[in-house]
């Protein structure tokens, strides 16, 4: 039980922390001045809100599977397979999750507004340092709350971990899928003790995005 706790607690981390550093660029052109090509854009990275969890894993697995073009490119590095791998599991995790990232960060760069950036630049600061000394901590809030999503989205993730990863012990088993693995066993004592510690997880991942939403409240 604890490898299977550990699996997924460093499935989460990782993917939180990789997914965090790609989003931030992302939801900082997609939040300065719309235009159609950029909302197609947002509207094909929110794919996986709407999309069933089996048809993403289905086509994440063809991607990383050994004959896929992708890892074609790969082959030379000694990389055949990312299938049924712990790194698979962090890619399909950071696509299943990219949205719940993007999201919050585009949404707390567009309520900053023009004004901090054109302040920065009349002091002559360059791009990046008005970036990173302006942009970056205005938006702390949209960072935190996409941390939290992510972390508990990836935690609470069952049918793209189950496609990609599958359940090998130690390496890809995650919380869900033993709970899956237990209910099929018919073993509804420790299916339910699992079940119910993801839901009290959920429900301090809820109060914690409600404070962080209060007016005037820093994370």
């Not at 001045?33 to 996986?48: E, H, I």
């Not at 709407?50 to 994440?60: D, E, I, K, N, Q």
């Not at 972390?151 to 496609?163: D, K, P, S, W």
């Amino acid at each position: 039980m604890q490898e299977v706790i550990w699996t997924t607690f460093r499935l989460a981390t990782v993917t939180t922390v990789l997914l965090i550093l790609a989003a931030t660029p992302i939801a900082w052109m997609l939040s300065r001045r719309r235009s159609w090509w950029k909302d197609a854009l947002g509207a094909l990275l929110s794919l996986p809100i709407v999309l069933p969890p089996t048809v993403l894993g289905f086509y994440l697995l063809l991607a990383l599977a050994p004959q896929s073009p992708i890892m074609a490119l790969l082959h030379p590095l000694g990389v055949q397979s990312l299938a049924f791998t712990f790194t698979g599991l962090v890619i399909g995790s950071m696509v299943y999750s990219l949205p719940f990232a993007i999201t919050p960060i585009r949404n707390a760069f567009e309520a900053m507004g023009e004004g901090p950036m054109e302040v920065a630049a009349t002091l002559r600061a360059s791009p990046l340092d008005a970036f990173i000394s302006v942009a970056l901590p205005q938006a702390r809030r949209g960072f935190a709350s996409a941390a939290i999503l992510v972390f508990a989205h990836t935690v609470g993730e069952f049918g793209v971990v189950l496609m990609i990863g599958g359940a090998i012990p130690g390496q890809t088993e995650v919380v869900s899928v033993r709970i899956y693995q237990l209910v099929e066993s018919l073993k509804f004592g420790e299916a339910h003790l699992l079940a119910a510690g993801l839901m009290a997880f959920a429900f301090c991942v809820l109060m914690a995005i409600s404070i962080l939403d209060r007016p005037g409240k820093a994370p």
